[in-house]
C-alpha cells in the first residue's frame, strides 16, 4: 500500500518465503555435511520426498530428479525408444521440451495447438501413425483433451509422457494430472506451485519403467537397493543402461518436502485469484479468456487470455506497452522477441514447419503471471491495469 492508500503495482516476480521446517532441516545437513541422496542407508531427505510425492499422486513409484527435463528426457530413455523415433508434442509449449526429444535422440514432431491453448486433436491424430511416444505438455496448466488422447494413444499402442510441470495439483474428470499418461514429469523450478529454484520429480506406475529411469537417472552400483519397487529388474539392469547423473541432492528434497502439505492450499487460492480476475475481464468486446474444459479443475497461478475482434500487430504491441506503462506485465507470447515458448524461436529444430492455427494463436493470447500469493487490492489492481490498457488502445 503507497502512503496514499493507494494499491502499487505488485511484484508478479517476487516468491513465497520457504517454510520455517526448511530450515531447520537444512542447518542439522551444514553441519552433518550429508548433502548426497544415497550416502544415509536409509530415509535420506530426497527418498522421503519421493515417498510423500507418491503418496500425493496416488502412485507406485516417483523418481526426483534435477529438472522436469530432466524427468522428460529420463522417460523417453526409459520407454527404450529406438534412435530417431518420432515424438510428438504440442508446438505450444517451453523450448526445453522439444530439447529433452533432441536430447533423447528423438525426433520431436511439433503438433499444432487451438486458441484454447490445448493440442488441436485433428491435428494429432493426422500425425500419430508411426510415433514412438506422445508428450503432452498442459501448458500454464491448461489440460488438453487426455480422454480422447488416451483413447487415440492406447488404440495405437503409443505411449504417452504427460509434461505436467505446471498442473501439480490439477484434476481432470476426478484424477490427478500427471498420472494419467505412463509417465508425468513435473518442475519445482522457482515459477511453479513448489520452488525449490530447480528440481524436477517422475511418477509412473510402471515398475519396468521406474526401474529403469531410476538406475540412469545415476543409480550406480547397488545404490537402487535404496528404492522400492522390483528389486530383480534394477538388478537386471544394473550396468547394462547409461548413467546420467540427474539426481536430486538433499537441500532441494529439504526446500520441497514441506510446501507439499500447502499445496492443496495454493492450489484453491491460485483458482480463486484467476476466477476474481478473469470475471473482471469477461465482457470487455476485445479480450476472451478460454473456458477450462468440463472434466478440469485448474491449478493456475498464472492467467491467459486472447485479444480478440480486430487487431493489429502494432495495436497488440501498444498494449502491451500501455499494460506496463500502468504496473503490470503482460507477455503477447508471439511479440515478445525471442520468447522461449514460440516455437518459431526453436532454431535447434533445424527447419520448423509452419503451424498456422498455434502461430495465429500466439500472436493474440497474452501471458500473466498471478502468483498465489496476490491480495484482493493487487489482483483488482491487475484487472483495472488490464482493461485501462485495453481502452488505451481501443479507443472506440
Ligand atoms: C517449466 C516448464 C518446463 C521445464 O521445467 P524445468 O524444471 O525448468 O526443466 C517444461 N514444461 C512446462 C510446461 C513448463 O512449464
Redesign the pocket.
Same mark, same amino acid.
Given at each position: 500500500m503507497a502512503p496514499d492508500g493507494q494499491t502499487l503495482p505488485p511484484d508478479l516476480h517476487q516468491a513465497e518465503p520457504i517454510p520455517e521446517a526448511a530450515r531447520l532441516a537444512i542447518e542439522r545437513m551444514l553441519i552433518s555435511g550429508d548433502l548426497f541422496r544415497y550416502t544415509a542407508p536409509k530415509d535420506a531427505p530426497v527418498s522421503l520426498l519421493e515417498a510423500e510425492f507418491a503418496e500425493l499422486l496416488g502412485v507406485r513409484f516417483a523418481l526426483a530428479v534435477?529438472?522436469? $527435463?530432466?524427468?522428460?528426457f529420463l522417460s523417453l530413455k526409459a520407454l527404450d525408444l529406438p534412435r530417431g523415433a518420432k515424438v510428438l508434442l504440442p508446438a505450444f509449449?517451453?523450448a526445453?521440451?522439444p530439447s529433452?526429444v533432441v536430447h533423447a535422440d528423438c525426433e520431436p514432431v511439433l503438433v499444432e495447438c487451438g486458441s484454447d491453448y490445448r493440442v488441436d486433436m485433428a491435428d494429432l491424430a493426422a500425425k500419430l501413425p508411426g510415433a514412438g511416444a506422445v508428450i503432452i505438455?498442459?501448458?500454464?496448466?491448461h489440460t488438453s483433451d487426455m480422454d480422447e488422447i488416451m483413447r487415440l494413444c492406447d488404440a495405437s499402442g503409443i505411449p504417452v509422457i504427460e509434461?505436467?510441470?505446471?498442473?501439480l495439483g490439477t484434476l481432470w474428470d476426478g484424477r490427478k494430472i500427471g498420472t494419467i499418461g505412463k509417465v508425468g514429469?513435473? $518442475?519445482?523450478?522457482s515459477?511453479?506451485m513448489v520452488n525449490a529454484g530447480?528440481?524436477?520429480i517422475l511418477v509412473t506406475d510402471d515398475p519396468e519403467i521406474a526401474a529403469r529411469a531410476v538406475i540412469m537417472s545415476g543409480a550406480y552400483e547397488e545404490n537402487w537397493k535404496k528404492h522400492p519397487g522390483l528389486q530383480n529388474s534394477y538388478g537386471h539392469w544394473q550396468n547394462r543402461l547409461p548413467l546420467y547423473n540427474l539426481r536430486m541432492q538433499n537441500l532441494s528434497a529439504a526446500v520441497i518436502r514441506p510446501q507439499l502439505p500447502l499445496v492443496a492450499e495454493r492450489v484453491a487460492r491460485g483458482l480463486a485469484n484467476h476466477d476474481h480476475v478473469a470475471a473482471q475481464l469477461a465482457g470487455n468486446r476485445w479480450l476472451e479468456v478460454p473456458e477450462p474444459l468440463p472434466q478440469e479443475v485448474r491449478a493456475p497461478d498464472s492467467l491467459q487470455f486472447n485479444l480478440t475482434g480486430d487487431w493489429t500487430d502494432d495495436e497488440a504491441r501498444a498494449f502491451q506497452r500501455a499494460a506496463k506503462a500502468r504496473g503490470v506485465a503482460v507477455q503477447v507470447f508471439g511479440l515478445s522477441e525471442g520468447n522461449a515458448r514460440a516455437y518459431w524461436n526453436w532454431q535447434f529444430l533445424g527447419e520448423v514447419p509452419e503451424l498456422p492455427l498455434t502461430r495465429a494463436m500466439l500472436m493474440r493470447a497474452c501471458d500473466l503471471r498471478l502468483p498465489v500469493r496476490l491480495t484482493r487490492p493487487e489482483l483488482d489492481f491487475i484487472a483495472a491495469a488490464v482493461l485501462g490498457a485495453i481502452a488505451d488502445v481501443k479507443t472506440v
Amino acid at each position: 500500500m503507497a502512503p496514499d492508500g493507494q494499491t502499487l503495482p505488485p511484484d508478479l516476480h517476487q516468491a513465497e518465503p520457504i517454510p520455517e521446517a526448511a530450515r531447520l532441516a537444512i542447518e542439522r545437513m551444514l553441519i552433518s555435511g550429508d548433502l548426497f541422496r544415497y550416502t544415509a542407508p536409509k530415509d535420506a531427505p530426497v527418498s522421503l520426498l519421493e515417498a510423500e510425492f507418491a503418496e500425493l499422486l496416488g502412485v507406485r513409484f516417483a523418481l526426483a530428479v534435477s529438472s522436469c $527435463s530432466a524427468a522428460l528426457f529420463l522417460s523417453l530413455k526409459a520407454l527404450d525408444l529406438p534412435r530417431g523415433a518420432k515424438v510428438l508434442l504440442p508446438a505450444f509449449t517451453f523450448a526445453a521440451v522439444p530439447s529433452s526429444v533432441v536430447h533423447a535422440d528423438c525426433e520431436p514432431v511439433l503438433v499444432e495447438c487451438g486458441s484454447d491453448y490445448r493440442v488441436d486433436m485433428a491435428d494429432l491424430a493426422a500425425k500419430l501413425p508411426g510415433a514412438g511416444a506422445v508428450i503432452i505438455s498442459h501448458m500454464r496448466g491448461h489440460t488438453s483433451d487426455m480422454d480422447e488422447i488416451m483413447r487415440l494413444c492406447d488404440a495405437s499402442g503409443i505411449p504417452v509422457i504427460e509434461d505436467a510441470a505446471h498442473s501439480l495439483g490439477t484434476l481432470w474428470d476426478g484424477r490427478k494430472i500427471g498420472t494419467i499418461g505412463k509417465v508425468g514429469c513435473f $518442475s519445482f523450478q522457482s515459477y511453479k506451485m513448489v520452488n525449490a529454484g530447480e528440481g524436477g520429480i517422475l511418477v509412473t506406475d510402471d515398475p519396468e519403467i521406474a526401474a529403469r529411469a531410476v538406475i540412469m537417472s545415476g543409480a550406480y552400483e547397488e545404490n537402487w537397493k535404496k528404492h522400492p519397487g522390483l528389486q530383480n529388474s534394477y538388478g537386471h539392469w544394473q550396468n547394462r543402461l547409461p548413467l546420467y547423473n540427474l539426481r536430486m541432492q538433499n537441500l532441494s528434497a529439504a526446500v520441497i518436502r514441506p510446501q507439499l502439505p500447502l499445496v492443496a492450499e495454493r492450489v484453491a487460492r491460485g483458482l480463486a485469484n484467476h476466477d476474481h480476475v478473469a470475471a473482471q475481464l469477461a465482457g470487455n468486446r476485445w479480450l476472451e479468456v478460454p473456458e477450462p474444459l468440463p472434466q478440469e479443475v485448474r491449478a493456475p497461478d498464472s492467467l491467459q487470455f486472447n485479444l480478440t475482434g480486430d487487431w493489429t500487430d502494432d495495436e497488440a504491441r501498444a498494449f502491451q506497452r500501455a499494460a506496463k506503462a500502468r504496473g503490470v506485465a503482460v507477455q503477447v507470447f508471439g511479440l515478445s522477441e525471442g520468447n522461449a515458448r514460440a516455437y518459431w524461436n526453436w532454431q535447434f529444430l533445424g527447419e520448423v514447419p509452419e503451424l498456422p492455427l498455434t502461430r495465429a494463436m500466439l500472436m493474440r493470447a497474452c501471458d500473466l503471471r498471478l502468483p498465489v500469493r496476490l491480495t484482493r487490492p493487487e489482483l483488482d489492481f491487475i484487472a483495472a491495469a488490464v482493461l485501462g490498457a485495453i481502452a488505451d488502445v481501443k479507443t472506440v
